[in-house]
């Protein structure tokens, strides 16, 4: 987040819809064992959410769950999961046609993908499809009245490999998705560091957000 936002230009919590004010972008995690907490979130707050989009806010809901089952995301969208059998589980990931267009290669990066596992998740529902895994579509986009959304069924990135493109898969995902300028490829990052992003990004479910810039 901070090497797309800036330190500055973001903040975390957790569920809670008072977040999304004064947001212009709002990257909403499930995380693995979360699952449960973004459905039941969702469940409560579609109206609120999909009304957030219609205004012209920016939202990416993203999850691969390691609990419950198949969920609405709302929008008319579904998350996919099978634990037992794993059938909606992704090995392999592609970068396709519309997701190249799209800026999702920014930086060189790779458009094949493998991991174990890439994603947990796909997604289904009125989408234009943007990353396709092996299971179906795992990161997708919709515009909803004035504002734009995207869904996605991601593991944490080192989770995939080759590890540093997918990192900059990821911050060209949340900047398309924001709206923002692409930025340059990402350096790998030091241990410590690392820790703290799995901490934050792959073990809790979270909602950050970017600020909107002040008005002059």
């Known amino acids: 987040m901070s090497a797309v936002f800036g330190a500055a230009n973001w903040s975390k919590s957790g569920y809670n819809i008072a977040d999304f004010s004064g947001a212009k972008f709002v990257f909403l995690d499930g995380s693995d064992n979360n699952a449960n907490e973004l459905s039941s979130f969702i469940g409560g707050n579609q109206s609120f959410l999909e009304n957030y989009v219609a ?116 911050a060209n995902e949340l900047a398309y998705v924001a709206s923002v300028p692409f930025v340059s490829p990402l350096p790998i990052p030091e241990p410590e560091i690392y820790a703290m992003l799995l901490a934050g990004l792959g073990l809790l479910g979270f909602v950050a957000r970017r600020r909107k810039e002040s008005v002059i």
């Open 55 to 170: 205004g012209g806010g920016h939202l990416f809901i993203n999850s691969a769950p390691n609990e419950g089952g198949t969920f609405s995301l709302g929008f008319g969208v579904t998350l996919n999961y099978d634990f037992a059998h794993q059938s909606t589980h992704s090995s392999v990931a592609t970068i396709n046609t519309a997701g190249v267009s799209a800026g999702l290669t920014y930086g060189d990066i790779a458009t094949e993908y493998t991991g174990n596992l890439f994603s947990h998740a796909t997604v289904t529902g009125p989408l234009t499809s943007l990353i396709d895994g092996s299971a179906g579509s795992i990161f997708s986009v919709m515009d909803w009245g004035s504002g734009f959304v995207a869904f996605g069924g991601q593991t944490t990135t080192n989770f995939h490999d080759p590890v540093v493109d997918a990192r900059g898969l990821l």
